[in-house]
């Protein structure tokens, strides 16, 4: 857009499955739909999503296990086909 000018900027991004479990733990109304229209769109794979989720998040995660783990079966039972 303007070449040249922008030398220095360096724009990052979650990678989908990140972006999705980085709303697991809030969980707001908004998030469920939000991971379901990635999963939509092609974004999202339920296999890779649950996988990240047990080696990646779920080992740090400061409690509350349980909840976590069922609001994960939740998303994943209402996937979009």
């Avoid at 989908?16 to 709303?23: E, G, I, N, P, V």
């Avoid at 739909?33 to 779920?58: C, F, M, N, T, W």
């Amino acid at each position: 857009m303007f070449p040249g000018i922008w030398t220095h900027l360096r724009l990052h991004a979650l990678e989908a499955h990140d972006l999705a479990l980085s709303k697991l733990e809030r969980n707001f109304e908004r998030d469920p739909v939000d991971v379901q229209q990635l999963a939509r769109s092609g974004h999202l794979s339920p296999g890779i999503l649950k996988e990240r989720y047990y080696q990646e998040l779920r080992p740090n995660l400061p409690g509350h296990e349980a909840r976590h783990d069922l609001t994960l079966e939740l998303w994943l039972e209402s996937w979009p086909s």
